[in-house]
């Protein structure tokens, strides 16, 4: 397993609750109170960051296993995985540079034994208890529920702030 030197939060919910909504809008809360957020999202699909036509696209499809794509605004790796049966959480992590980052939020990879954040909306139709393993610290809904976990409001992304911000002091 690769070594990670920053603290990973999950957040997890059912497909349709608003994982990618709230994290819109909980990182501009978070980056207030001066974390310097880093990202990890999961997608089942088959994703490519890059479009046809293009250099570095083209390059890629001619066999690099790696392409790095610069301009002075930002920069992108691209890396080809076709031979690997499954993501390592640890490895996509290790590779952002823990200097200037205080957090990586995880969006999906429910299995991992990260501490995560579930989040839960009265419209879903799955049981919620699917939802909680010993890795969960809290839990984010738009409805009362009985857990043994704080209780965050969904809809209340300083209030969520507030707490990762409460949780990562407590993680130094």
Known sequence: MAQVDLPLLGITAWSGTGKTTLLKQL?????????RVGMIKH????????????????LRKAGA????????QRWALMTETPEQPELDLYYLASRFDA??????????????????????????????NDLLD???IAVASDCDLSVD??????????AIAEFIADWLKQTK
Request: avoid cysteine.
């Open 134 to 136: 010993e890795h969960v």
């Open 99 to 128: 200097s200037k980052l205080d957090l990586i939020l995880v969006e999906g990879f429910k299995g991992e034994t990260i501490p995560k954040i579930a989040l839960y909306r009265h419209i879903n139709e799955r049981d919620f």
């Open 27 to 35: 990182i501009p809360q978070l980056r207030k109170r001066e974390i």
């Open 43 to 58: 997608t089942h699909h088959d994703m490519d960051v890059d479009k046809p036509g293009k250099d570095s696209y083209e």
């Open 65 to 72: 296993n790696q392409t790095l794509v610069a301009s002075q």
């Open 149 to 158: 976990f704080p209780l965050l409001d969904i809809n209340a992304p300083e």
